[in-house]
């Protein structure tokens, strides 16, 4: 289904209501996942994701990074949302989920679509579920393996309302309390994850090495010379 997706993307104007199907279908199997639970290395049982259910997700988001209008039309009938946060919250510990679902809100903060950033609040019932997530917070104690991923969703929501983006307008507009709550939440904690570790800035290097061959050669002669298989 991944595959599939990822091809029909490439061709939005020929395929429109096969993409709908596949969406139907990916939002029916995700929606209705069995339970199912895996031993831990701590011997602690857990909800198991499964390779499958990955593919399908990866599915999904390849559709929001290329097909929004399609996903737009279908919001009436499903709550795809809600679905998101519901996986969200109920696989703490796949962080490769996480991810996924974090690149899909990303995807709708970026877009023009009222219709989804509603679909986000009034059918998905963000606010909510972001005040519940926050309220459990406890200073001192481990925070939810999600953790990491959510906080990278509201700053991005913050982001918009301090840029004034559309989608931060909206925001300001029809969802004030919940701004309201996140700045409360973010001001001590945003830091944390927008500053490089060490204190500097990463330098990349890969295009360009920063070593000289003939110079490590030379430089290492003798071990090399000592140490020469027989």
């Known amino acids: 289904m991944y595959l599939v997706m990822k091809h029909l993307t490439g061709y939005l104007d020929d395929a429109p209501m096969l993409i709908k199907m596949l969406l139907k279908k990916i939002y029916k199997q995700l929606a209705s996942i069995p339970s199912e639970l895996v031993r831990t290395t701590f011997k602690e049982n857990i909800p198991r994701f499964g390779v499958k259910n990955m593919k399908v997700l990866q599915a999904l988001s390849i559709s929001f990074s290329s097909c929004l209008a399609i996903i737009e039309s279908l919001i009436p009938t499903m709550n795809i949302f809600g679905m998101l946060l519901g996986l969200l919250t109920r696989y703490e510990w796949n962080n490769s989920l996480h991810i996924e679902i974090e690149k899909i809100f990303k995807e709708v ?4 679509s009222n219709e989804l950033w509603r679909a986000i609040f009034k059918k998905g019932n963000f606010g909510e579920v972001a005040k519940d997530i926050i309220r459990k917070e406890q200073p ?7 953790m990491g991923c959510f906080i990278n969703i509201l700053i991005n929501a913050n982001e918009a309302v301090k840029k004034d983006t559309e989608f931060g307008q909206y925001l300001k507009k029809e969802e004030g309390r919940f701004v309201e709550a996140m700045d409360r939440f973010l001001n001590p ?12 800035k990463t330098v990349h290097t890969f295009a360009k090495p920063h070593y000289d061959a003939n110079e490590m050669l030379d430089q290492h002669k003798d071990f090399l010379e000592t140490t020469r298989l027989p």
């Open 109 to 112: 903060f970026k877009s023009k």
């Open 140 to 146: 001192g104690r481990p925070s939810k393996g999600y």
């Open 189 to 200: 904690k945003a830091s944390l994850y927008v500053f490089d570790l060490g204190g500097y």
